[in-house]
């Protein structure tokens, strides 16, 4: 079946450090690939997305490479703020039979200290 | 600009006792959805609806029950409420046109005592 699978946290880091968060995947098909942010005491919110292999998702400093070869989707910034601490859900959107239902990774929480 | 709107936003129930959590969205999206998060476990699908006067059942959907009478509504109720229903709920909807995204609610934190 479906799945998707986060690194664990928490992930602390110094403010202006590089970040990255491991995601990959297993699916059947040709899946979309997100990546979503839950600021605290919100819903999640649309990051980033990419549709097929090798596109880059990117938004807000924050980027992500759909890659097939090795069915990952890394979250990655070069310089994270205070604002960026929040939980990033990894999530796959299976294209065969689509209705729509996203695969959520189990959350990774990120805290940037000052 | 209200997206998707989760009543209440809180609650606390006792063992047994039964409620409904209300989404409404205002996008005029096809597919509408109820999930669970929990800690360590990222959020699963609990039914989901694909338009007006469909449900389906997602993950994990024992104990819970939904209705889709209306376009912009989809209602969860929680018939006798249980400990392991304590959690936070989202509703979220999305287009039925390729890979859009899904939005979500601001989420309703439920403790069953």
């Known amino acids: 079946g479906n799945s998707v699978t986060q690194m664990e946290g928490p992930v602390t880091l110094s403010e202006e450090a590089f970040l990255t968060i491991n995601c990959t995947y297993t699916a059947t098909g040709y899946p979309s690939l997100f990546w979503y942010v839950q600021y605290p005491g919100e819903g999640l919110q649309l990051l980033l997305k990419a549709t097929k292999a090798d596109d880059k998702g990117s938004n807000k400093g924050f980027e992500a490479t759909y890659r097939k070869e090795t069915t990952s989707f890394h979250l990655e910034k070069g310089s994270v703020q205070v604002s960026d601490s929040a939980v990033y859900f990894c999530?796959?959107?299976?294209?065969?039979?689509?209705?729509?239902?996203?695969?959520f990774g189990q959350g990774t929480t990120l805290q940037v200290k000052p | 600009n209200a997206g998707v709107t989760q009543t209440p936003k809180f609650r606390v129930l006792k063992t047994g006792q039964s409620m409904t959590l209300l989404c409404a969205q205002d996008?005029?999206?096809?597919?509408m959805y109820w999930y669970r998060q929990d800690p360590g476990m990222g959020l699963r699908l609990i039914h989901y609806s694909v338009g007006e006067g469909t449900t389906a059942k997602g993950e994990v959907p024992d104990g819970y029950n939904v209705s889709r009478l209306k376009k912009q509504n989809f209602l969860l109720g929680l018939e006798s409420a249980a400990p392991s229903q304590t959690s936070v709920y989202f509703c979220a909807s999305s287009s039925n046109r390729g890979s859009t995204e899904a939005f979500f609610g601001q989420g309703t934190r439920l403790t069953v005592v």
């Open positions: 999530a796959l959107l299976n294209g065969s039979g689509n209705t729509g239902k996203l695969i």
């Open positions: 996008m005029n999206h096809e597919y």
